[in-house]
């Protein structure tokens, strides 16, 4: 028999808080209905979920438009069909950016039914940003017929790490004028609708298991490389947040131990060799007129040798990086984003050498590399998916 | 309207396919169970799942002997009372290492009822391995009066990277002669019952995530430190598995691009700068007599300065891999274990110095580290949560 000594505390990991199996039993209540209109009886044999149970979400998820319900019989009983709203609710999906916003409108069988982006000068105030999200938002209600009333919500990106015990952009170089917003508070304010908030590399991420063509998939990586390199990680089908929400800090990967020092008090992080900034940096050093990602993007087609050889050295980082994070989380798919994806092939070559020369060779010859399909996108429709995946917040 | 080519594949990230779900619904009775026994009826309303599906999963417990029924009343009305079978139902737990062999029986309120281990040499033959943990296992059950049919499963730990396709240990170094070998069917027929293989490090973790000081914890890293260095990965509660089940590899991080060829086939790996047997070799190079890990645990004790300044760079190499692990997942906590853990601050300085130099400051600062309290046990705790995680697996 067993000393007192051998009794160990028979806590256990918990996945299944109140909040976190209600949120579950929505989800699959939701996924049951997206293959057709069923009644709650069909629900609950489809779900395992007890008739109690499928009419309570069945109100709430009437109740916030989600769902319709009307009268029928089932093998010769009354009961009650619930179907989809597809067509007149809609989740808003927001993407600001440093020198953008972008505005989408999808309808919950993951439609896009419009979008509309305006840009912004670098160093803009987050307010102007709102407001103009707010103006684009309410112009393409007006344009498709529809009022708040039909919104579920809005999914919200912001390009930085997100501290999710305060809602306030954690650490903000790249995006200093968020800094210190309680953004959840101030974006429900604003937009008059229930707000969800996250990093635009979680939303990269979640729009690629979503939206894109590897929707389904358990287990991916999206990166995105411009001033700052950041990713989104899917493991077990679920975004990553981890203790504090600051999460895919791949562009702190220490890449070379006696190099720049980094904004975050490191030395030659990734983003200090591979970011967007550093690759303009280092080719204006031998250039005429000015440097853009957009002039790196036509010299790399023309075969320019300086632009070549930096995006060899900055694909082989990421791929270093990338390598590290495929031999801890063995992902089905890596895909990459930000503005320089359209270079396809030519950014992708050298990534794939360097994941190859980092991982351990039965997951590198196992991790699928490719660029985004859903390119400018991938964020606000990213935020999107984040509004179907959440219960309604009550607005305030 | 949206036009044709706004429609987009309509996929969505599934965490719930069938036998996922049936796993799920079996862990939320389960759960509920162990707070004290219940009606049917009250686990319904826990757990928000049908009657019909509560009664097959009380069913299906009660056929594996995890369950007992007897008939009640409940306000007056029959009723069928469940409850676990918490002192006469066990799992056995089974850590293989590359000179031991660890058996524990565990009850299902997570208790140690018996546990024993054999040493074995260096480079036997899984065979051998097997063999003793059977008569081990034997010699258990024997002498608290169980036999096969009061053990719901053996959860195996074996020490190497497992290939979740084909149930073989993937590559194979650390233990070369578990290679080719399809564990799970060759386990099952030598010990006799439902067996559940996962690498030794994804086992520690879910030991330190179910058993330890840290149960409960939804995102927690655990690391081992021996002739190879890996790590198991707790994320938003549950193991990671990855595609693969190649998870975890933080040994294979690049800590020196031109340092020492590794075994994986890439150069200067945590594993050729910090393992025990990188240390072993760099200090066996002044001492007269064999160094060991013991050796190396007495001479660090006594403030043996090499000694010193070896632990000294192989925590602080520990500490870059785990920081860019920190950024990555953002856990509550790390936890160090394997045969060094026993020096304590001794061992963590230096990895918590390495921490912090590699993370961003925000998650360097709130990142616990610490070792395991479990100790030589963890392996086989963990492979024991490992049956009580899983459903039961037919017996061939």
Chains 1, 2 share one sequence.
């Not at 044999?45 to 009268?71: D, F, H, M, Q, W």
């Not at 972008?102 to 912004?120: F, N, P």
């Not at 930000?338 to 396809?344: F, I, M, N, Q």
């Amino acid at each position: 028999m067993p000393s007192r000594e051998e009794n160990t505390k028979p806590t256990r990991t918990n996945p299944g808080s109140q909040s976190a199996l209600r949120l579950l039993n929505r989800e699959r209540v939701l996924q049951a209905l997206s293959a057709g209109p069923a009644t709650q009886a069909e629900l609950s044999r489809a779900t395992g979920l007890s008739t109690a149970t499928i009419s309570n979400i069945v109100k709430e998820l009437e109740r916030e438009g989600s769902v319709r319900t009307e009268p029928t019989t089932s093998s010769g009983r009354r009961a009650l069909n619930v179907r989809l709203v597809a067509d007149s609710s809609v989740a808003v999906g927001i993407d600001f950016g440093r020198r953008h916003v972008r505005v989408v409108l999808a309808t919950r069988d993951y439609r896009v039914m419009a979008e509309a982006a305006a840009s912004l000068s670098l160093g803009h105030h987050a307010e102007l940003g709102i407001s103009t999200a707010r103006g684009l938002m309410e112009r393409l209600l007006t344009e498709n017929g529809l009022s708040h009333s039909d919104v579920i919500g809005a999914g919200v990106g912001i390009p930085g790490p997100l501290d999710r015990r305060s809602h306030t952009v954690a650490h903000g170089a790249v995006l200093p004028e968020w800094v210190g917003i309680e953004t959840d508070t101030r974006l429900r304010e604003a937009l008059g609708i229930p707000v969800h908030v996250d990093n635009d590399a979680n939303l990269g991420a979640l729009a690629e298991a979503t939206w894109g063509p590897h929707g389904g998939a358990d287990n991916l990586v999206f990166v995105k490389i411009g001033s700052g390199i950041g990713a989104g990680l899917i493991v077990n089908g679920a975004p990553v947040y981890g203790n504090l929400g600051i999460t895919g800090e791949i562009g702190h990967t220490a890449i070379d131990d006696r190099g720049a020092v980094c904004r975050c008090g490191s030395r030659g992080c990734l983003e200090t060799v591979a970011s967007t900034t550093t690759m303009i940096e280092q080719l204006s050093r031998n250039e005429p007129g000015p440097v853009s990602t957009q002039s790196i993007i036509a010299a790399a087609r023309n075969g320019h040798p300086p632009t070549l050889r930096v995006l060899d050295d900055a694909g082989l980082a990421i791929g270093h990086a990338l390598g590290t994070v495929a031999n801890l989380l063995n992902p089905e798919v890596i895909v990459v984003g930000g503005p320089l994806a359209e270079l396809g092939e030519l950014l992708l070559a050298p990534i794939r050498r360097g994941i190859l020369r980092h991982t351990i060779p039965m997951v590198g010859a196992n991790t699928s590399l490719t660029v985004s399909s859903l390119g400018e996108r991938a964020e606000a429709l990213g935020a999107a998916a984040l509004v179907f995946r959440r219960p309604a917040v009550t607005k305030r």
